[in-house]
């Protein structure tokens, strides 16, 4: 018997074809498409925006709500008065010295002010001596600073980053953006109700990024109150009313915590992986503050003591000569110490006291001194004769310095045996590395020799002058010791015999004096 063959089954009844090779790449690479991810997380953004309670944005229309511009209205009317007020604050060393100054102990704040300009300008003008002066100041710098911890400088620090970010949020141009919701927005005019409108979201695109990189740093649990009295004490007024700060760093908060602003820009930009650039303010002022302190201070000090020495030169120079200029030497000059200057060398250093110690032996020496001198030594008669030729010797080195010193000068001209050593070291430098260890040597041997001529000399002068006082006061004396006739010496002179001695050698004090500022 044949077998009747089964009627054909349903198509919906067979096995499911299992997917191919080529099926599965299909998928999965469909799935893993920039383009689909990118749109399928565009639609997930949009959805967000739409679910978001604070309505900023249309994501259907692409457009930017009102209530966008009254988050902005609400900061723009606590912060328009502090915009004006610390305009360029961020960049203005006022605003971090203020900081720290507001922050020293009572203790630290006295010491900072004694190490103030004005301070060390007022004790130097009360008297006080150069070197005392000077280390006053080191010892106020060493207990200042030793009393500041790391803490309390961090402290610092962080507080005035926080600032910066204050001033960044108050930087902002609310209006600029404002006055595109409503077109007759007046700047700063807080009587003004506006009328804002919904705009093409596209119109403030760039705005709202700039503003991105501003708000992951504002920190709405901070101390505002701190940062408030900072600024209150740096412009001597309140700079915002702090209850509408308050409010406002509560939107900014609500704003964070959504997320709804960079939703809204990588919605314009159809791009859901845009960040903004936030910039992170990581600014050190306590350390440049205590560096620019103690640099200060230790100019101040040393500016007072430079003007103390040049007062004091120009007294000594009126006491000596009637005048603080003379007759200078033609090559050891300071005209020929550019030259020097400009390869890094010293020149010559001892130019005003070899002008000084050859007016003096060329206008006191052989005249005024030389007088007295030849009076006590020629027509005195000393029971002890070493005085006298203690102070023979002395002047009679003293007359051959002059030449020394004109010897010493002429040699220095561009055909004298220095001169030309100089001038061909010097021309050889441009070139020649050891040409200028050679020419700082000859100068450092030109110094020595002045150096030399004024040590030597201001020793022969304290010899004279020792004599001189010896003299001086033994001619007080009812029953002399040394000078045995000085009633002859008496008519010598036209004038009393003590005053003369007595101005030689107050002269010559003053020259030692004078050199002696040189050392």
């Known amino acids: 018997m044949a077998v009747q063959a089964s009627p054909p089954q349903p198509k919906s009844a067979y096995p499911a074809k299992a997917p191919g090779l080529l099926d599965r790449l299909f998928s999965l690479f469909a799935s893993d498409d920039p383009e689909r991810r990118k749109q399928r997380q565009l639609r997930e953004i949009a959805a967000d925006l739409k679910r978001n309670r604070q309505k900023f944005y249309n994501p259907t229309r692409m457009s930017a709500e009102a209530g966008l511009a009254k988050f902005f209205w609400e900061i723009y009317k606590t912060v328009a008065a502090a915009q004006v007020l610390l305009k360029g604050a961020e960049v203005s060393g006022a605003l971090k010295m203020a900081l720290v100054d507001l922050n020293l102990s009572e203790e630290q704040s006295l010491l900072r002010e004694r190490l103030t300009e004005k301070s060390i300008s007022e004790r130097a003008q009360k008297g006080a001596d150069p070197a005392s002066l000077d280390a006053e100041v080191k010892r106020d710098l060493k207990v200042l600073m030793g009393g500041i911890d790391t803490d309390w400088m961090n402290d610092l620090d962080a507080l005035f980053n926080r600032v910066l970010v204050f001033l960044d949020l108050i930087s902002f141009d609310y209006y600029f953006l404002l006055k595109k919701f409503d077109a007759g927005l007046p700047e700063r005019d807080f009587s003004y109700a506006p009328r804002f409108d919904s705009i093409d979201g596209a119109t403030i695109q760039e705005e709202l990024q700039d503003f991105l990189e501003i708000l992951p740093n504002v920190d709405p649990d ?20 702090r209850e509408s700060l308050r409010r406002a760093l509560q939107s900014i908060r609500e704003v964070q915590k959504s997320g709804v602003l960079l939703l809204v820009v990588r919605h314009l930009l ?22 620019r302190l103690k640099a200060e201070a230790e100019t101040t000090a040393q500016k007072v003591a430079h003007g103390k020495r040049a007062e004091k030169l120009e007294e000594l120079a009126r006491a000596v000569f009637g005048s603080s200029t003379v007759e200078k030497l033609s090559n050891y000059s300071e005209q020929a110490n550019p030259e020097f200057a400009q390869k890094m060398l010293g020149g010559f250093t001892y130019v005003n006291a070899l002008n000084y110690l050859r007016a003096f032996l060329t206008l006191y020496l052989p005249a005024s001194i030389r007088e007295v001198v030849d009076l006590l030594i020629i027509k005195g008669k000393w029971a002890n004769p070493q005085p006298s030729n203690q102070m023979s010797e002395a002047f009679h080195q003293l007359l051959t310095v002059a030449e020394k010193i004109g010897r010493f000068d002429t040699d220095l001209a561009e ?7 100089l001038k061909n070291f010097a021309l050889r430098a ?27 000399s201001v020793q022969h002068f304290v010899s004279i002058a020792r004599v001189l006082k010896l003299a001086h006061e033994d001619a007080g004396k009812l029953n002399p010791a040394y000078l045995v006739n000085w009633k002859d010496l008496k008519p010598s002179t036209d004038k009393d015999l003590r005053t003369v001695i007595a101005a030689a050698y107050k002269r010559i004090y003053n020259f030692v004096q004078l050199m002696q500022m040189y050392k």
């Not at 159809?270 to 560096?291: C, D, F, G, Q, T």
């Not at 055909?415 to 050593?421: A, K, V, W």
């Open 430 to 456: 441009e070139r020649d590395r050891k040409a200028i260890v050679q020419l700082r040597m000859a100068l450092q041997q030109i110094n020595d020799e002045a150096r030399t001529l004024i040590g030597d």
């Open 415 to 421: 055909d004298g045996e220095l001169g030309r050593r």
């Open 270 to 291: 159809s791009n859901p992986a845009w960040k903004p650039m936030v910039k992170a303010h990581r600014e050190r002022i306590v350390e440049p503050y205590l560096s």
């Open 222 to 241: 901070a101390d505002w109150d701190r940062i408030m009295g900072v600024l209150k004490e740096h412009r001597g007024m309140e700079i915002a009313a």
